[in-house]
């Protein structure tokens, strides 16, 4: 049988193999070390902005930083009002009255965010956020404003906690995990602020510098963002781990379910079309039995890194089970979904270690064109489609009639 199998690939799937280590050999020694400066290249954008974050990443994100700012903006709600009997030993009546009211004031807004029910005023992460510190950056200028009219700006009095707390402000960023552009708007907000009281109430910096004022607040700033990202960082890396397979990098079965299910949720939503790709690779368990087990984890990593770069970045590619690979592919109709299955077979998905093309028989099932209203029908039809692929010979593409040879010479 298994000398059957070597014999079975003709000679356009070996001139396939051949043109595939002719174009990978010249890229051999650098490889590792390309694929390292992209992996870096990656990394940093991830951390600059979050156009090319995970979804399921995103998601788990976006989770954090609201349960932060909920439980952040309830424990404000309570120091706000406890610090009153303070303000009552240290500024004379009227005046702490008058901060009173503003305390009442911000209290409510912290109490606002923090019961917020669910899902209720949903925002970005930057946005979230902001509208979290623009509550004490508020009530900073309110009580500055009071204290300047009565006069009580000792610097060495209660007004200085007043006067910093933009810096305090500034130095909480660093507990929420923002990309390196969300962390300006905040940033820039306290800093906003702190300028505008420099300008406007010099008196409180006690012959303090204004400007090394601001550099300060301009550091500390600095410094928590940079936190926040090593907090982004590690989420980002945590989140890969449970949501990526551990030998191709390509998605779990659950995970890509999940993504699935919301993508053809949406496309039947907007009548867009939805197509998916099954693909399984052909007699593979003899790569293991033959080669053994190291071969074929070999193969398997190659076939990830194919299917990674035959595919768009919004394209769900999954590790289905064992050999078995599922790709969704989002907006696209059944004819481009052909299309992406001969693209695929343009790039090849690499050879067995005796030098013979690795094949893969592959359904494709597409949302409209197949009628189909349920992701899990979607998906059985594009199983079975693989499996005619199978019974017709292996190394085929099945849609809609007889299945295609998918393996051959480019021309």
């Known amino acids: ?92 009546w009227p005046y702490w009255g008058d901060i009173m009211w503003g305390r009442f004031a911000a209290a409510l807004a912290f109490l606002a965010l923090a019961a917020r029910p669910k899902g209720w005023l949903r925002l970005p992460p930057a946005f979230e956020v902001t509208l979290l510190i623009s509550v004490p950056l508020g009530f900073f200028l309110y009580t500055n404003d009071v204290l300047s009219i009565s006069g009580f700006h ?114 039947k939503r907007n009548k867009l079309p939805f197509s998916l790709l099954f693909v399984d690779l052909d007699r593979f368990k003899l790569v293991n039995d033959q080669f053994g087990h190291k071969a074929g984890d070999d193969v398997l990593i190659q076939v990830g890194r ?33 299309r992406a299955a001969q693209r695929l077979a343009e790039l090849g998905l690499g050879a067995r270690p005796d030098g013979v093309a690795m094949t893969a028989s592959i359904g494709i099932a597409e949302r409209e064109t197949d009628g189909v209203e349920r992701l899990r029908a979607l998906i059985e039809l594009a199983d079975s489609r693989m499996y005619q692929a199978k019974q017709a010979g292996r190394n085929r593409v099945c849609f809609k009639g007889a299945p295609e040879l998918w393996l051959h010479a480019a021309k």
């Open 154 to 267: 000792n610097p060495l009095a209660v007004s200085t906690v007043y006067f910093y707390l933009p810096f305090v402000v500034a130095a909480g960023l660093s507990i929420f995990p923002l990309t390196a552009l969300e962390a300006a708007l905040p940033a820039a907000l306290a800093i906003g602020a702190m300028t505008l009281a420099v300008e406007v109430w010099p008196q409180f910096l006690g012959g303090q510098s204004g400007l090394a004022t601001i550099w300060r607040i301009i550091l500390i700033a600095g410094i928590s963002a940079l936190a926040g990202m090593s907090q982004l960082r590690f989420l980002l890396r945590l989140t890969g781990e449970a949501t990526r397979d551990g030998l191709t990098g390509l998605l779990t079965r659950r995970v890509g379910e999940e993504l699935l299910d919301s993508q053809f949720s949406y496309a």
């Open 1 to 92: 049988m298994l000398a059957g199998l070597q014999q079975e690939p003709n000679e356009a799937m070996s001139e396939t193999v051949q043109r595939h280590a002719e174009r990978t050999a010249p890229q051999a020694a650098g490889g590792s070390l390309a694929a390292k400066a992209r992996t870096a290249w990656r990394q940093l954008g991830e951390l600059v902005g979050s156009h090319d974050h995970p979804p399921a990443a995103q998601r788990e994100r976006v989770d954090l930083i609201q349960r932060r700012v909920r439980l952040i903006a309830a424990i404000f709600a309570v120091l706000t009002l406890a610090w009153i009997p303070i303000d009552a030993l240290t500024v004379w």
């Open 306 to 338: 194919t299917l990674t770069e035959a595919f768009r970045r919004a394209d769900i590619v999954i590790r289905w089970g064992g050999e078995e690979f599922v790709v969704g592919l989002p907006g696209t109709d059944a004819v481009s979904a052909q």
